[in-house]
């Protein structure tokens, strides 16, 4: 399987070898360096040789596991939304220390763009929101998202179909502690440049933000003056070229104060915050 993966160009055969293994085994991978011995039979090397023969064309390693990790959660993964990636946990980390700063979790929070319920379904688990409101455009995300949290027995949360306007989705909602976002923003014309196992597998709708690349972040920051309470807070996930443009977004923006643009572990200019002052 090495050899296979290898030869097909895969930066890291041997991992994924013992990965797809371990799934057709539905064990975790390091059970396969444990001293006891492990029966297979003809219907594992069906299921190995199913999981080799679409990873080779190209589809994503997590959408032949079927999940995906993120932070504490094993979450459901296939092409109804986003793979959850590293970044986004760390807009998590954002919000966990606005949350000790602040003292308490949010008592009402709003994640617009669910996909998999990953970042809903994190502040839920780490007692960083009580009641979180989930928004997301696409039925099937929504559908995923469900399955998510029956999947982690998560309580406080309620997923909603969106227009792309957003808002009309929680008009008669009372003001939210905070707004986490991890929005389309990646532009037309770099979606049509993306990776084959992106574009061809993750949602456009999830990707796509538009010629710039900043549709749904402007949607997000004109509405969000309205829809947060005092003092809430805005989190949102950007493109690592987007800083400038975002930052001058928000600072242009009534009602909200203290815009900052905050960088991911490996320098690059990837979250953007504000607050609406009390």
Not at 114 to 120: F, Y
Not at 245 to 257: K, N, P, Y
Request: proline content about 6%; some cysteine.
């Amino acid at each position: 399987m090495t050899r296979e993966l290898e030869l097909a160009g895969l930066a890291s055969p041997d991992v994924e070898a013992r990965r797809l293994v371990a799934a057709a085994l539905e064990i975790e991978p390091a059970e396969l360096g444990a001293s006891r011995k492990i029966g297979v039979d003809p219907a594992f090397a069906a299921r190995v040789a199913k999981a080799v023969s679409r990873r080779l064309e190209g589809e994503p390693l997590q959408h032949v596991e079927g999940t995906a990790d993120f932070r504490s959660l094993r979450l459901i993964s296939d092409g109804r939304a986003l793979i959850p990636r590293p970044e986004t946990e760390q807009l998590v980390d954002l919000v966990a220390r606005w949350v000790e700063a602040r003292g308490a979790p949010a008592d009402r929070a709003l994640d617009i763009g669910t996909g998999s319920g990953a970042v809903a379904l994190s502040l839920l688990d780490e007692g960083l929101a009580k009641r979180v409101i989930a928004l997301d455009v696409a039925p099937a995300a929504r559908a995923l998202a469900t399955e998510n949290a029956r999947r982690v027995e998560a309580r406080g949360l309620e997923l909603r179909a969106c227009p792309s306007e957003i808002w009309p989705a929680v008009a008669e909602e009372p003001p939210f502690d905070l707004i986490v976002s991890n929005p389309p923003y990646v532009t037309s014309a770099e979606w049509v440049a993306l990776d084959p196992v992106v574009r061809d597998h993750e949602p456009r709708v999830a990707l796509d933000g538009g010629e710039d690349g900043l549709d749904v972040i402007r949607t997000i920051v004109h509405g969000a003056v309205g829809a947060l309470g005092s003092d809430g807070a805005l989190f949102l996930e950007i493109g690592a070229s987007q800083g400038p443009e975002v930052l001058a977004l928000l600072r242009s923006t009534r009602g909200l104060a203290d815009a900052r643009i905050e960088r991911d572990l490996n320098g690059r200019e990837r979250f953007a915050t504000a607050r609406r002052p009390a």
